[in-house]
């Protein structure tokens, strides 16, 4: 029995987004003849129908589905069976039925009649956002896969095809038999065909039929949608799949890191003549000819078909990287089309000579000269900005600039009939100068934009935030260099012994404090973010691999690209430096070329000194991460990481006997942190990067002022490189004895206790650090290293910490205030030798609340528990003498 309970909106009715009067079919038909002057003519005639939500079985069961029925303010009605639908059925109503079962019977009658159906996700999904039912022609379940249009290419069983349909269909997709533009996802079972060519042209995603199937199973996921690209990647058809490739003239490291790239992109790979290779990938810089004729269906290609369908995702097509032999037929045909066999020929040849001879005059430094490839430890050490003790040619050698395709002088260099040395020097600076703007420009234009484009095939190759780490202030920095070098050109073309060099240096100084610096210290970031991305992502590596392949690099990294920045300033102080030399005592650029090199040097003083700071908070930063609970009020401007040491601690406090104890020695303060017993999760930051997990656990922060002695332990046979430290904790009536020993022998124990002397001494304003620092016996203070790492002491450390463990959970209370009140009350009563008075039981509970009593450290206060009841006799009379 159907329930007749109908719900009305206050508004009294409801529409759909395209609510039509008409069935579909008759709004198919009539909608060439509906025109906008008309609109108002058929609101007056045609009266406007309500809509009603029916629900079927299970779909009337559901409370939140009702409960989205009441946000939207759509009326409803429940149906057990379609039996009941000639009794419900209205002119005044249109109708939509809700059903939770799209292979269901009722689903089959109700679809067979022509009926509005929807699934349940719909009506949440537009309860949630606030809007009203979506009007569909079709069966609508979900709207995962609303505003998709898909084709589909190489199917060939026509049921499965159907199946895929309907499925889209019912996820609010559309299917396009022909492949246009308006495309926005190709489903592919094979990877031939026009279809897939064109998709690849285009960049649309190619999916496999996975990605169908996976999303219907995802259905009833009320937020979920086909196109998130965690989703949609992990179904996308991969470039090498139904491809098997075989390498040639490759070395061994590359070859091997081919294949795992084939593998990793859906391929396969067989040794070179196997007739089952689809493609035959050839180091066209290394073989001149092939060892076997190739069959018709065998793909030639060069590598850069590799790489390019690895950063596009998709297979490249094979016709543009076919691979063609030098001596080919075509290839000398084509070459005598273009040969210079005119009237003309003997005067373009002699032409053509007479140019490349005043380019070889003009241009004494070639960009690239020729060279082995410099290791990446000898190319990429940065060192001090300040060591200019290479001379000019050693700093050219690097090559200074591939051709790049920045604006070319507008005037060539003139060449006066008597070079004077000056003149030479200058012409260098300027050619050194425009070859490193040049490399700027390579590395933007061949790099940066690229990877910065919108719309790349595939997606984004980086993240905004690793492109903006990898590149950094280059941009700043070409803009700069590019003013000096358009400026020396003026100055070299003009040329006169009187012009000022040094002025040009000095009117940019202050832009090169502001660009160098951000870059110069990120550098080493830089270079791991490169390493780690290449590693990680293969569209990267692929992109890398192309580009640095190209003439404009090179045959140089990206990496040894961006160390040209680093390099740049040192060697134009040692060309200003030799162009002093040459310039006479009564030149007036003579006095200018000095402030130039001593601006210059500030410059990289800065430089230096900015990239030492950033150092050193980088360093306070990575202590934070490591130790879990670190005090937030490490991190300060002033304070920087001198030492870290790796002890054990040797005595109950400021941890248990045996633990390993890490000491990170500010140049004000102590961090204390123990090695943590249960290792935390990995912590991920918002971009996506991953840390490793804190490894050690917060103890105390001391300020090194509460530090009285350094006590260094004599080497007995039972006490071993152990220390100690006497502290006074500003809530301590006693010292503290802290005891350690040093597990590491990379830092001497004499040169670690004076290094902590001294900064102890410069924080209590001391010139007299030695005295700090007393030599005694380890007996006198209990303090052994015997059986530190026997078996039965790391056995009864861990019995220690088990108690522990054991204590606190069955413990009720972690302030027991009850016991230290009948505590107070039972010893007061003993003195007084009477029963406790109401007044007692009142001071005791205000006394028992507050942090004064005996043995009760302030919580609000950051200090180490004392611990000489036990030994406050010992430890007075071993330190009587040293205080």
Same mark, same amino acid.
């Given at each position: 029995m159907a329930d007749n309970s109908l719900l009305t909106s206050t508004?009294?009715? $409801?529409?759909?987004?395209?609510?039509?009067?008409?069935?579909?079919?008759?709004?198919?038909?009539?909608?060439?003849?509906?025109?906008?002057?008309?609109?108002?003519?058929?609101?007056?005639?045609? *009266?406007?129908?309500?809509?009603?939500?029916?629900?079927?079985?299970?779909?009337?069961?559901?409370?939140?589905?009702?409960?989205?029925?009441?946000?939207?303010?759509?009326? &409803?009605?429940?149906?057990?069976?379609?039996?009941?639908?000639?009794?419900?059925?209205?002119?005044?109503?249109?109708?939509?039925f809700v059903v939770t079962d799209f292979q269901d019977s009722v689903f089959n009658d109700l679809h067979k009649t022509d009926c509005r159906i929807i699934g349940p996700p719909v009506v949440l999904n537009c309860a949630q956002k606030g809007e009203p039912l979506p009007f569909s022609c079709r069966p609508l379940y979900c709207t995962s896969m609303m505003n998709l249009v898909l084709c589909f290419t190489g199917f060939r069983k026509k049921e499965e095809l159907v199946r895929l349909v309907t499925l889209v269909h019912h996820m609010g997709g559309v299917i396009r038999k022909d492949f246009n533009s308006k495309v926005t996802h190709?489903?592919?079972?094979?990877?031939?065909?026009?279809?897939?060519?064109?998709?690849?042209?285009?960049?649309? *995603?190619?999916?496999? $039929?996975?990605?169908?199937?996976?999303?219907?199973? /995802?259905?009833?996921?009320?937020d979920f949608c086909a196109t998130i690209d965690d989703f949609r990647n992990e179904f996308k058809v991969p470039p090498f799949q139904?491809?098997? #490739?075989? &390498?040639?003239?490759?070395?061994d490291e590359e070859k091997a890191n081919m294949e795992e790239m084939t593998e990793m992109q859906g391929g396969k790979y067989l040794p070179v003549g196997d007739e089952r290779c689809t493609h035959l990938i050839v180091e066209e810089n290394i073989v001149k000819e092939l060892p076997f004729e190739p069959s018709k269906k065998l793909y030639v290609v060069k590598q850069e078909w590799f790489w390019g369908s690895i950063q596009m995702d998709a297979r490249a097509g094979e016709t543009m990287y076919l691979y063609e032999k030098a001596n080919t037929p075509e290839l000398k045909k084509s070459v005598s089309l273009l040969s210079l066999s005119t009237p003309n020929s003997n005067r373009k040849r002699r032409r053509l000579k007479e140019t490349l001879a005043q380019l070889s005059r003009e241009t004494d430094l070639s960009p690239f000269p020729p060279r082995k490839r410099p290791s990446a430890e000898h190319s990429l050490s940065i060192g001090s900005l300040l060591d200019i003790s290479n001379t000019p040619?050693?700093?050219?050698?690097?090559?200074?600039?591939? +051709?790049?395709?920045?604006?070319?002088?507008?005037?060539?260099?003139?060449?006066?009939?008597?070079?004077?040395?000056?003149?030479?020097?200058?012409?260098?600076?300027?050619?050194?100068?425009?070859?490193?703007?040049?490399?700027?420009?390579?590395i933007i234009q061949l790099f940066q934009v690229p990877l910065e484009e919108e719309g790349q095939r595939g997606g984004p190759i980086l993240a905004p935030e690793e492109i903006k780490t990898i590149f950094g202030s280059i941009p700043d920095i070409f803009d700069v260099h590019t003013k000096i070098k358009d400026d020396l050109e003026d100055l070299i073309v003009n040329w006169d012994e009187s012009k000022s060099i040094g002025d040009i240096f000095l009117k940019y100084s202050k832009?090169?404090?502001?660009?160098? *610096?951000?870059?110069?210290?990120?550098?080493?970031?830089?270079?791991?973010?490169?390493?780690?991305?290449?590693?990680?992502?293969?569209?990267?590596?692929?992109?890398?691999?192309?580009?640095?392949?190209?003439?404009?690099?090179? /045959?140089?990294?990206?990496v040894e690209l961006l160390i040209r920045p680093v390099q740049r300033l040192p060697?134009?102080?040692?060309?200003?430096?030799?162009?002093?030399?040459?310039?006479?005592?009564?030149n007036p650029d003579k006095s200018t070329l000095e402030k130039a090199i001593g601006s210059l040097k500030e410059v990289m003083t800065h430089i230096n000194e900015d990239k030492r700071k950033t150092e050193a908070q980088k360093q306070i930063f990575d202590v934070v991460y490591e130790v879990d609970g670190c005090p937030a009020n490490l991190l300060s401007s002033h304070r920087s990481l001198v030492q870290r040491v790796e002890t054990i601690s040797l005595g109950e406090h400021p941890c248990d006997r045996g633990e390993q104890v890490t000491l990170f020695l500010f140049n004000d303060c102590l961090e204390i942190a123990r090695k943590r017993h249960k290792v935390i999760g990995t912590f991920r930051s918002p971009h996506g990067h991953t840390r490793p997990p804190a490894s050690l656990k917060h103890i105390h922060l001391m300020p090194l002022s509460q530090i009285k002695k350094v006590l260094d332990l004599r080497e007995t046979e039972d006490c071993h490189n152990a220390f100690a430290l006497l502290v006074r904790p500003p809530t301590e009536q006693a010292n503290v004895l802290l005891s350690f020993q040093m597990t590491s022998d990379d830092l001497p124990k004499e040169n670690w206790l004076k290094m902590l002397c001294r900064h102890v001494a410069n924080t209590i304003c001391k010139a007299d650090a030695e005295n700090l620092m007393y030599t005694v016996d380890p007996e006198s203070f209990e303090v052994n290293t015997k059986d530190m790492d026997s078996t039965l002491s790391r056995a009864s450390?861990?019995? +220690?910490? $088990?108690?522990?463990?054991?204590?606190?959970?069955?413990?009720?209370?972690?302030?027991?205030? /009850?016991?230290?009140?009948?505590?107070?009350?039972?010893?007061?009563?003993?003195?007084?030798?009477?029963?406790?008075?109401?007044?007692?039981?009142?001071?005791?509970?205000?006394?028992?609340?507050?942090?004064? #009593?005996?043995?009760?450290?302030?919580?609000?206060?950051?200090?180490?528990?004392?611990?000489?009841?036990?030994?406050?006799?010992?430890?007075?009379?071993?330190?009587?003498?040293?205080?």
């Open positions: 508004t009294g009715r $409801t529409s759909l987004v395209d609510s039509s009067i008409f069935d579909s079919k008759v709004a198919e038909t009539s909608k060439e003849n509906l025109f906008v002057g008309s609109t108002s003519y058929v609101e007056e005639e045609m *009266p406007q129908i309500e809509t009603r939500v029916i629900l079927v079985q299970e779909a009337g069961k559901q409370e939140e589905l009702l409960k989205a029925l009441k946000e939207i303010k759509v009326p &409803f009605i429940k149906m057990e069976s379609i039996e009941e639908f000639e009794d419900l059925d209205s002119p005044e109503f249109e109708n939509v190709l489903v592919a079972n094979c990877t031939q065909g026009e279809k897939f060519r064109v998709a690849v042209s285009l960049g649309t *995603p190619i999916m496999k $039929t996975e990605w169908i199937y996976k999303a219907w199973e /995802r259905r009833n996921e009320q139904d491809c098997i #490739l075989s &390498f040639l003239g490759f070395s040619d050693s700093s050219i050698n690097y090559g200074e600039t591939p +051709k790049s395709c920045t604006k070319s002088s507008k005037n060539s260099t003139p060449i006066p009939l008597k070079q004077s040395a000056r003149w030479q020097v200058a012409k260098e600076l300027y050619q050194t100068e425009s070859n490193y703007v040049n490399i700027l420009a390579t832009d090169l404090v502001k660009t160098y *610096p951000p870059f110069v210290n990120f550098f080493e970031m830089s270079k791991e973010t490169i390493i780690k991305c290449e590693k990680q992502k293969p569209r990267f590596h692929a992109f890398l691999k192309i580009n640095q392949a190209k003439p404009e690099c090179g /045959r140089q990294s990206l060697s134009v102080a040692l060309l200003l430096n030799d162009l002093k030399k040459h310039t006479a005592d009564e450390r861990a019995i +220690k910490k $088990t108690s522990k463990k054991v204590t606190r959970a069955f413990s009720f209370s972690k302030t027991p205030k /009850r016991a230290f009140r009948m505590a107070l009350m039972t010893s007061h009563n003993s003195a007084e030798g009477r029963s406790p008075t109401s007044s007692d039981k009142h001071v005791v509970s205000r006394l028992s609340s507050t942090s004064s #009593l005996a043995g009760i450290p302030s919580p609000s206060l950051v200090s180490l528990p004392s611990f000489f009841e036990r030994r406050s006799h010992t430890l007075s009379r071993s330190t009587t003498h040293l205080i």
